[in-house]
T-cell receptor
Framework: DQQVKQNSPSLSVQEGRISILNCDYT??????FLWYKKYPAEGPTFLIS?????DKNEDGRFTVFLNKSAKHLSLHIVPSQPGDSAVYFC????????????FGQGTRLTINP | DSGVTQTPKHLITATGQRVTLRCSPR?????VYWYQQSLDQGLQFLIQ???????AKGNILERFSAQQFPDLHSELNLSSLELGDSALYFC??????????????FGSGTRLTVV
């Protein structure tokens, strides 16, 4: 049972435009959500997170939106830069992070010059 | 360098063999997590240790086992290897007592190829 789903395996965006990566979850016990970024031959690196008590968290060019009723979150990157080309994983946890992270399958983002 | 060290980086072995993957967590981190990433799959949680004790278990096969030593490094043992065990194995660590709220710090992974 895939509790965290990223339905788009890949996404291609023009440099300077907005990249929107989507993630859906099924477990209503999840109350903490994170996005990780992964370059080839490296481990995933933490990017941004959001607690279920919020619906938006912003950090520079990165903003995560949470829609609890739809069990949906999204990561917006604006403006997109070539260095943003990577695989992005959505992850979720229950009990405000006290539980293990459950990851989605990842979305490969390619930023075209 | 994330501070989480995984060795070896690459491993090629034959079916039926046994291998040991090693992880040294970031300095000060007490929790170690093991994840498996198969081709085109997300990261699947295997097991978590906190300060030497098993804290949580995921979809870890009975052929797999792990432990965390007093110096906090961890080893993941994979035995009776099958072709389907070929994957990237990531170790991660966290500073709080098992809480992921600040995010894990991942190592660069061990790529296991079973032939």
């Amino acid at each position: 049972d895939q509790q965290v789903k990223q339905n788009s395996p890949s996404l291609s965006v023009q440099e300077g435009r907005i990249s929107i990566l989507n993630c859906d979850y099924t477990n209503s016990m999840f109350d903490y959500f994170l996005w990780y970024k992964k370059y080839p031959a490296e481990g995933p690196t933490f990017l941004i997170s959001i607690s279920s008590i919020k619906d938006k968290n912003e950090d520079g060019r990165f903003t995560v939106f949470l829609n609890k009723s739809a069990k949906h979150l999204s990561l917006h990157i604006v403006p997109s830069q070539p260095g943003d080309s990577a695989v992005y994983f959505c992850a979720a946890s229950a009990n405000q992070g006290a539980q293990k992270l459950v990851f989605g399958q990842g979305t490969r983002l390619t930023i075209n010059p | 360098d994330s501070g989480v060290t995984q060795t070896p980086k690459h491993l090629i072995t034959a079916t039926g063999q046994r291998v040991t993957l090693r992880c040294s967590p970031r300095s000060g981190d007490l929790s170690v997590y093991w994840y498996q990433q198969s081709l085109d799959q997300g990261l699947q949680f295997l097991i978590q240790y906190y300060n030497g004790e098993e804290r949580a278990k995921g979809n870890i096969l009975e052929r797999f086992s792990a432990q965390q030593f007093p110096d906090l490094h961890s080893e993941l043992n994979l035995s009776s290897l099958e072709l389907g065990d070929s994957a990237l194995y990531f170790c991660a660590s966290s500073e709080q007592g098992g809480q992921a709220i600040y995010g894990y710090t991942f190592g660069s992974g061990t790529r296991l190829t079973v032939v």
